[in-house]
């Protein structure tokens, strides 16, 4: 396996820049997720890395050598698409076997290659059936198994469960994380399912309008986002957002939001713009009836173990509070908001970005790449309510 470095990459077509000097490095046995909606640039940034499509300017190194214009076939990267590219007339083993024929391996040495890479991922009773014939989940591992025969230097996965329903999706993101585990790849995966990158990713770029906007592990980009874009795309339900009034300075540690003054992380830098931004996540946000934030229930949803309880505050902002079962909570109520300041962030309204506050003193939550945290508990945090 290889380290991938992208420097200063830029890709633009006739009408419009796809991708803007977006740099970023995959560390050797890596997995690293490209997440973003749909025409952010992910596809595009991994498709110049595999050698798919040649960018306007920057370089791309694969284990230290410079493959900006080589040749995808020159590159020794596996491709696995969202839509299998399987060869329908050939059974399971002649599917994982053909890039092996294709580089005229001896037959012993592809027959034993392929029994391997069924064996991995436990298809050795498929191998003689028609792909034609497989569920979605079935040929999503044939599909794996002729990418995994080559033991490439790397893989490029284009949304390879995008095609897939969301039981089988499920599974196959644990199954995916279990096989990366097992190869120590360095694998760049692309999605625009934040579940799917949360649960599997070791460092996730989150890419809006060609542009990287963080770059972290994901507990890092949940808990300190550095942007209302990613604050407002990771999680569900989503950040809530409060406007106080503007004018703070470094040092402030209480903001105005309507008649109630709510205290906040201090902040480390001036935020002079007309209003500031506060983003808080609804498992963060209590119902509280002595709080002077003010809010009207207009609905709950019932989870099993929790419910998502929609409030409308005095200042007509539409908030949504993670609460226990047993907080009551009815329609046309109303109810005072509550939160936690240490689990808050600030941002700057005018411009989109993180306010650096006491909260970041230990980590800068930009550059930090640490361990994944299990899917199980990202599950829970990013709520229940995900569809």
């Known amino acids: 396996m290889a380290e991938i470095r992208v420097q200063n990459l830029h890709k633009a077509f006739a009408d419009f820049t796809a991708v803007q000097d977006s740099s ?10 490209l997440l973003g909606p749909s025409g952010c640039g992910k596809t595009t940034t991994l498709r110049m890395i595999a050698g798919l499509e040649l960018p306007t300017s920057g370089q791309i190194f694969l284990g230290g050598e410079d493959v900006t214009f080589k040749r995808a076939s020159h590159r020794d990267i596996a491709f696995v698409f969202q839509l299998f590219a399987l060869y329908p007339h050939m059974n399971v083993r002649r599917n994982i076997a053909f890039p092996l024929v294709s580089q005229g391996l001896p037959r012993a040495q592809v027959a034993a290659k392929v029994a391997e890479a069924a064996r991995v991922l436990r298809i050795e009773h498929l191998l003689d059936k028609p792909v034609s014939g497989l569920a979605s989940g079935d040929r999503q591992r044939v599909a794996l198994g002729r990418a995994i025969v080559r033991h490439p230097l790397a893989f490029m996965m284009d949304e ?9 999706r499920e599974l196959m993101c ?27 990713a070791d460092t996730i770029a989150i890419m809006n309008r060609g542009v990287i906007e963080q770059l972290g592990p994901p507990q890092e980009v949940y808990d300190r986002p550095a942007s209302v874009f990613v604050a407002d795309f990771i999680g569900s339900p989503a950040m809530n957002f409060l406007a106080a009034g503007g004018g703070y300075v470094a040092g402030a540690e ?17 935020a002079p713009g007309p209003s500031m931004l506060i983003g808080v996540r609804p498992e963060h946000l ?18 099993g173990t929790s419910q998502i309880v929609t409030c409308l505050t005095a200042q007509g902002a539409t908030v949504r509070a993670q609460v226990g079962v047993d907080v009551p909570a009815q329609r046309g109520h109303p109810v005072g908001l509550a939160f936690d300041p240490t689990r808050v962030s600030l941002f700057d309204e005018a411009t989109g970005r993180a306010l650096r506050t006491a909260r970041d003193d230990d980590t800068d939550s930009h550059d930090v790449r640490g361990a994944r945290p299990p899917a199980r508990e ?10």
Do not use: K
């Open 160 to 168: 390879p469960l995008g095609a897939l329903d969301s039981e089988f």
């Open 24 to 33: 970023f490095t995959v560390r050797d046995g890596e997995f690293f997720c």
């Open 254 to 270: 209480h903001v105005r939001i309507g008649e109630a003054v709510l205290r906040v992380p201090a902040l480390r830098e001036d």
């Open 174 to 200: 644990r199954e995916l994380r279990a096989l990366h585990d097992r190869l120590h790849a360095t694998t760049v995966y692309v999605t625009h399912d934040q579940l799917e990158a949360m649960a599997m």
């Open 286 to 303: 209590r119902l509280a009836p002595a709080s002077a934030l003010r809010a009207e229930v207009l609905g709950t949803e019932y989870l």
């Open 378 to 387: 990202l599950g829970t945090s990013l709520g229940a309510a995900h569809g």
